[in-house]
């Protein structure tokens, strides 16, 4: 990825569009960055395509093709590493 | 050359003849009415581009009985082009499957210098509209004649989208019924229709016809399946479908094809789950093939999500392998109304 925004600006970013999206909605629940969001249940699978758009246009960048798994979606901490690879 | 998908109107010396803006009593140009109400009746949607005041266009349209027929009308005094691109937007379709009518030459111009794709025509020319090829669909369908109120209803949804405390609420509060079947000879003309129409997420971007989808409808070596949403704004219509081969041990998915207006929805991971699950539930193993036509990255991308790996490739060509290990739950705010077997 070629745009420069820092890492906190991009996790911080991150976790506010997730949380926006949770499907829960107990209060105490606290976004952590190595939470997988799909196994906890915070969102759905269909959310991933949601995420991506939004990664997309928020980051103005485009992911690989290669790169499009939901592992990679998974939580705050793996988007970033793909971003920053 | 590609069908019209919509027709974006200028008003004054276009629809009309005279100029609002300069109090003359605008009068419809002959045989006007006509030609909007077979458009829309031919599922070709309409709006405007027009530089004038919006209630007062707005308020003439209504008097003239026509302003329930334009979506998204942009009226005001920007570039044409950046109308355009709103309309585009909105409608989610592609800039090559407009047609835009103006009498002004510059108009048409600025629209066609900033998009080469979109088709003008001078409305001087606008007898000749319900003859041109592109705006004459093979068939109509139950879909096409309810295109625009489809449209209107998406608009309404949206509207309570965006005062739904949380997508999640809203979702909920839709109703959604996703229902999936084999075709049979009625959904024919639709699916040729959709075939024909869905560029975005079509898996392979091969457009079937209806003789030969019919002949996949009766082999039993392949499966055809259309879905149908719906939710309490009403139908969306027949909006996937599937082309399934299941002569060997490993079923492969030949075609995959959503509408785009749905997309949001999810139901594409919904309709991927369910294949899944029955392939599973048979014993088989689940390979799809998927071409890559530039415009079908969506569709790549709900397969990859879903868990499916490439394993073969031959240019542009992909063949991709789900091991059926992960299939994700049905989300529960979408009722889906299915057969457990599809062989």
Known sequence: MNTKINDKEIRRELKMYIEENMEVFDENIDLRDNDNIFEKGFVSSIFAMRLLTFIESTFKTEVKDEDINLANFSSIDNIVRMLEK | ?343
């Open chain 2, 1 to 343: 050359m590609k069908e019209i998908k919509c027709v974006v109107w200028d008003l004054d010396h276009t629809l009309w003849d005279g100029i609002l803006s300069e109090g003359d009593p605008v009068k419809l140009k002959d045989g006007i009415t006509e030609i909007i109400k077979e458009l829309d009746h031919r599922g070709i949607l309409l709006s405007i581009s027009s530089k004038n005041n919006m209630s007062d266009a707005m308020a003439q349209l209504e008097q003239f009985g026509l302003k329930e027929y334009f979506l998204y009308p942009q009226i005001n005094w920007s570039p044409k082009s950046e109308s355009m691109k709103i309309i585009k937007d909105k409608l989610n379709i592609g800039m090559d499957t407009f047609l835009f009518i103006d009498d002004q030459g510059f108009e048409r111009e600025e629209v066609a210098s900033i998009h080469p794709d979109i088709r003008t025509l001078n409305a001087a020319e606008y007898h000749s509209l319900l003859t041109m090829p592109a705006l004459n669909p093979k068939m109509l369908t139950a879909e096409s004649q309810r295109r625009r109120l489809m449209y209107m209803e998406e608009e309404i949804r949206q509207e309570e989208e965006k005062y739904s405390e949380t997508p999640r609420t809203f979702l909920e509060r839709l109703n959604m019924k996703f229902t999936i079947a084999k075709a049979n000879m009625e959904d024919l003309k639709r699916a040729e229709e959709l075939t024909v129409r869905t560029n975005q997420l079509n898996s392979t971007g091969i457009q079937y016809d209806y003789q030969q989808l019919e002949q996949f409808m009766t082999d039993p070596d392949y499966c055809l399946l259309v879905c149908e949403l719906t939710d309490r704004f009403g139908s969306y219509g027949k909006i996937g479908l599937v082309l399934l081969e299941t002569r060997t041990d490993i079923w492969k998915i030949k075609l995959l094809l959503m509408s785009c207006r749905i997309v949001s929805r999810g139901v594409g991971t919904v309709l991927l789950s369910y294949i899944m699950k029955t392939a599973k539930a048979a014993g088989k193993r689940l390979q799809a093939e998927f071409k890559k036509t530039g415009r079908n990255r969506q569709m790549m991308i709900a397969y990859q999500l879903a868990n499916f790996i490439e394993v073969g490739r031959d240019k542009d060509e992909l063949l991709l392998e789900n091991d059926l290990s992960t299939i994700q739950p049905y989300p529960p705010y979408i009722e889906i109304i299915a057969s457990d077997q599809l062989v």
